[in-house]
């Protein structure tokens, strides 16, 4: 397997508090109704030269405490499962549906800001079982993903 680790992150709200968010998954689903209709979200991706039309298929995204089920082209429906949790510091996640076997972890550690204010670190990682052909084909786009995926995670409201 192949491991990816995005950039480290940091969140301005306290370790428990982020802990508690992305540890339930069903805590996810306001965002995802928010964001099908902002009309700043959809700016910014194409700001990005990414396709605000990617939004509407949020509505089809499917989740439970542990698990999420993203619809994917071509491939039918990508789902992860939440697989182990440790309280303030990991939320482990594998791929139940996928072409690819992976894994991904969400650590999150304490720290503290200017003026003593807490403050979370955040690291992805990601661990994939990638032909060589697939590998070179994707790899740096796996990377780029986490940190992407990593920044949307700081974007939350916790």
Known sequence: MTQYESEVKYISAPVERVY???SNLENLRPLLSSAQDND???QQMEQAGQDPSM???LKDVQLTEDRIAIPAPMVGEIS?????REENKTIKFATE???VEANLWIQVLPT???EGQEATKMRLTMKADLNPMLKMMVGN???SGLDKFADMLCMINY
């Open 112 to 114: 503290t800001v200017a």
């Open 40 to 42: 700043t979200v959809r």
């Open 20 to 22: 508690a968010m992305l």
């Open 141 to 143: 786009k796996i990377k």
């Open 80 to 84: 992860l499962c939440i697989i182990e």
């Open 97 to 99: 549906q996928s072409p």
């Open 55 to 57: 939004l509407d298929s």
